[in-house]
């Protein structure tokens, strides 16, 4: 009886989970995803907040702590589109997905499942898919005082995950991680099975936003999935999955907070959180805590007995500067707590993080750190590659990071989504700076459950990043239909939020409303960022029409609204190799020529301070979904989609490594520019 309760509970949470992510109550008998009705207002005072994640330390390995991989290949098997949870009710996750009698895929974890075969209805597919893989755990694992922990970097764009047929978690949201305690479904020393349904569905009130129909095909009828913002929805597991182990007591949250204070004084302020049902009252508990710089020298230390918060004060210290601001980027040290009891020698845990001191502040016309005022040259980017789709390539992020510095730029927004772990961590030590976007993308049909699923959002994305010198400010919205009046109660309510758990980071989005006084969002933002594609989506073809009408909708932002300004996007799509003289729309040179004449007003600009940066749109081509008006996805890369430069990549070489010698005194590279004549 316990087992049917069981699994009728399990049925009717994801019946409901899905039906309330596409906005429907019976997938199976939909026609159309319909659109809630329009309303000009709602009362957001009694909407949900989240409830605060608490751990998801990164898995990092220790004298107590072990971490597996469990990355590799895995099996999985496409569900029937018109039947999303067969699955569910057959129950195939209480059988190895063979034993189903469906085709089995071999499909590489971590990665989008979409490119990695030649299966356009796979690459297509709207719905749910079933992965599973078996893994060992070793018998000592299973000795008292010992937690096991199974971790997902990311799953797209929602997961059910079972252990031994046991269901062991579940998460919503996209690009972020979940963890759950899992020692109870495990077979310690011996064979144990993980399954996961993913299912890729948007809908109206998810984050980002899509819709689901039901359309007439030629063997029958189709299930499409639309949506309006331009990258290709790849859907899978993402990123790693992890095993691993903490002991009973264990640290299970850490929070950062740093300064760089007065005579080279850094501060680290720290807050911990123990996870422990039972601490023994009659044993003392302290905390060891150990900054070591690069060298793996102690700079710092401290024996501190209350475990929930303390301070540590570095002398010397190095602050964290980003590339090119100062001869040694990127600093970072290491971070080390280790929980002990008096009475013992040996630590009951010990864990290890890199962290880089600096301050940041902002005001009305200026972003600074360190007491000097940022200028952020950089780009939007997007996680895409080719094959690997959304998944995490460290050769492609190892690419990518070099690429920046070649470029010479300093800053990047993680358009439009939460970037990997991995990734966080290389912008650290590099000294990159980040602007974090949450996964809202051209967000519409303001309404209640949306906003606490926005806010969800937010708040997982600020609890996993917040420990990050790179990251400057959390953006909380892309092109959202802020002319809406509806809108301005909602991303008042939002930001109102998000600044209570921002971690002394400033707020900001990135606007393509037009004019600026219409729009209902950057009101509730520190600093205002706007898309702009003129001679492109504007005049386009029209080069002679850009320096003017950028340099006065720069002013406008900033007159109505008396924030910083910063340009999140322009550019032009751009064939590789095709070139034109005089420039043409779509060519390499067209592409050059409107950069150069940004350039030009974006240096008018930053004569009057507050304009603090500008991004290009976009780092590399990246696919979208198909149509018409994209030729084997979005062109506007300044690399191509497997990462060489296009000619623009190399004037906007000239220009940001120009702009940080000018305001920095930065070396320049020696082959920035080529000989050309001995002038003498």
Known sequence: MCNLKRLWIVLVSATLLYANAIGIEEYEEVQQDKQMPARRSYNYSNVVLPRSTVGLLYPRESETREVRSLDGVWQLIKSNASDPLQGIREEWYKQTLRSTEHEIILMPVPASYNDVTVDQQLRDHVGTVWYERNFFVPSYWSKDRVRTWLRFGSVHYQAVVWINGQLAMRHTIGHLPFEEEVGRFINYGNENRITVMVDNRLGNRSIPQGQVTKQ????????????????????????????????????????????????????????????????????????????????????????????????????????????????????????????????????????????????????????????????????????????????????????????????????????????????????????????????????????????????????????????????????????????????????????????????????????????????????????????????????PGRTDMIVHSMYDEARKWHEHYKKPVIVFEYGADTMEGYHSLPAYIWSEDYQTELFSKHFQAFDKLRQLKWFIGEFVWNFADFKTEQTYTRVGGNKKGVFTRNRQPKDAAHLLRQRYHAIAFKLDNASLPADLFKYIIDWN
């Not at 009951?348 to 902002?362: A, C, E, H, N, Q």
Request: charged share 20%.
């Open 216 to 539: 007439p095909a030629d063997n029958g009828v189709a299930y499409v999935q639309s949506y309006t913002f331009d990258f290709f929805n790849y859907a899978g597991i993402h990123r790693s999955v992890h095993l691993y182990t903490t002991p009973e007591t264990y640290i299970k949250d850490v929070e950062l907070k740093t300064q760089i204070g007065n005579q080279e004084l850094g501060r680290i302020d720290y807050r911990l959180m123990i996870g422990n049902g039972s601490v023994s009252t009659i044993k003392t508990y302290y905390m060891l805590v150990q900054l070591r710089d690069r060298n793996n020298v102690v700079v710092a230390h401290q024996i501190n007995h209350n475990l929930q918060n303390g301070t540590l004060l570095v002398p010397k210290v190095k602050p964290w500067w980003p590339f090119l601001m100062h001869p040694l980027p990127g600093y970072m040290y290491t971070l080390e707590f280790q929980l002990k009891v008096d009475s013992e020698v040996a630590p009951l845990d010990v864990y290890r993080l890199p962290v880089g001191i600096r301050s940041l502040s902002w005001s009305n016309d200026s972003l600074t750190l360190n007491g000097k005022p940022l200028y952020l040259r950089g780009f939007g980017k997007h996680e895409d590659s080719d094959i690997r789709g959304k998944g995490l390539d460290n050769a492609v992020l190892m690419r990518d990071f070099n690429l920046l510095k070649w470029v010479g730029a300093n800053a990047y927004r993680t358009s439009h989504y939460p970037y990997s772990e991995e990734s966080m961590q290389f912008a650290d030590e590099h000294g990159i700076m980040i602007i974090d976007e949450c996964p809202s993308v051209n967000t519409d049909l303001f309404e209640p459950q949306l906003l606490e699923n926005h806010m969800s959002a937010l708040e997982q994305l600020i609890h996993r990043d917040r420990n990050h010198a790179s990251v400057i400010a959390w953006s909380i919205a892309n092109e959202p239909r802020t002319k809406k009046k509806s809108a301005e109660a909602y991303f008042g309510a939002l930001a109102n939020y998000t600044r209570s758990i921002a971690q002394g980071r400033p707020l900001t989005a990135a606007s393509n409303v037009d004019p600026p006084t219409a729009c209902m969002m950057s009101q509730f933002l520190d600093i205002t960022g706007f898309n702009r594609y003129n001679a492109w989506y504007h005049n």
